[in-house]
């Protein structure tokens, strides 16, 4: 039984089976699918389907943004509500969601009481819950506009949020050492995602990014950059195209792999830094998967961390 004693199992792309929903009796099926997924399957009866974002990603395989939006639009066909981010209603025909201003809007209404209080905390009635970067605000205002419609009140939704397990790998605060913060962010997998990260944190950021050699633009990326990173570090396939691609203002060096990357970063960290790994793309040329990345990086810092000692 979850909170506000509704039973419900997730599973799907996020690495439960699907099949695991049949070995009991649930009030709800949370079922996340992929546009792979998706670019298959015929038909999916759902009592709401949710699109949380789209970002240029996975063109190689979809071909264009467009054609990448139609095919999850796809999970809308048999909903009986459909949900999407407001940036993505190019029809108008669906319910939205969306953080702006520093508020919460559900349908271009904005959501009474609850606003961001600044990088780390958001509040409602005088209470304030702890929120781990721009991601969990996404996360936070899409799930609202989907809980709300089976009922429960905002208070219910903010006291599970609040003791929701902490996401390993993205935006991972997971290491301080002489004054220097250590963030793990491998599930980054696209520009959009470390576009989130960056949003996140203050200035003094070390950047290390790359990895695969995706099809994908990096545009988003220039300004952030400019304006909260002083050292980008480019590895993997894909560092050369970087280098290219990502004029920026600020010091760039390129390195083979990430303990490179490591080795160089400890040599010039000063206290006020943060070091933050949001690679933009995957890495499966050197890595299982993401997870694999993100421990590899974490076993780096603190290997080097402990020779400084």
């Given at each position: 039984m979850n909170d506000n004693n509704i039973s419900a199992i997730a599973c799907g792309n996020n690495g439960v089976s699907v099949f695991a929903s049949l070995e009991n009796?649930?009030?709800?099926?949370i079922l996340e699918?992929?546009?792979?997924?998706?670019?298959?399957i015929k038909k999916v009866n759902s009592f709401i389907s949710i699109i949380l974002n789209l970002s240029d990603d996975h063109l190689e395989r979809h071909g264009s943004l467009e054609n990448?939006?139609?095919i999850k639009e796809k999970i809308f066909d048999y909903a009986k509500h459909k949900l999407i981010h407001k940036n993505l209603d190019h029809l108008d025909k669906y319910s939205t969601f969306e953080v702006r201003d520093e508020m919460f809007f559900i349908n271009d209404s904005v959501i009474d009481g609850l606003s961001i209080k600044d990088s780390t905390n958001i509040s409602y009635s005088s209470k304030s819950y702890f929120i781990?970067?721009?991601?969990?605000?996404?996360?936070?205002?899409?799930?609202?506009?989907v809980i709300s419609i089976i009922g429960l009140s905002l208070e219910n939704i903010l006291f599970s949020f609040d003791k929701r397990k902490r996401l390993e790998?993205?935006?991972?605060k997971f290491f301080t050492f002489n004054g220097i913060k250590f963030i793990?962010?491998?599930?980054?997998?696209n520009a959009d995602s470390t576009s989130n990260a960056l949003k996140s944190l203050d200035n003094n950021i070390i950047l290390i990014m790359g990895g695969d050699n995706k099809r994908m633009s990096y545009e988003i990326l220039k300004k952030l950059i400019n304006d909260k990173v002083k050292i980008l570090i480019m590895i993997g396939d894909n560092k050369d195209d970087l280098d290219k691609i990502i004029d920026v203002n600020i010091k760039k060096v390129c390195y083979e792999d990430l303990e490179d990357a490591i080795s160089y970063i400890f040599?010039?960290?000063?206290?006020?830094?943060?070091?933050?790994?949001?690679?933009?793309t995957s890495s499966y040329y050197m890595y299982d998967n993401y997870q694999h990345r993100g421990n590899h990086f974490k076993e780096l810092v603190k290997k080097y961390a402990s020779q400084q000692n």
């Open positions: 009796s649930y009030d709800y099926i699918l992929s546009s792979y997924q998706l670019e298959h990448y939006l139609a781990d970067g721009r991601h969990d605000l996404h996360n936070l205002c899409a799930s609202i506009s790998h993205r935006v991972e793990n962010d491998s599930k980054s997998t040599s010039v960290m000063i206290p006020g830094d943060t070091v933050l790994m949001s690679p933009a």
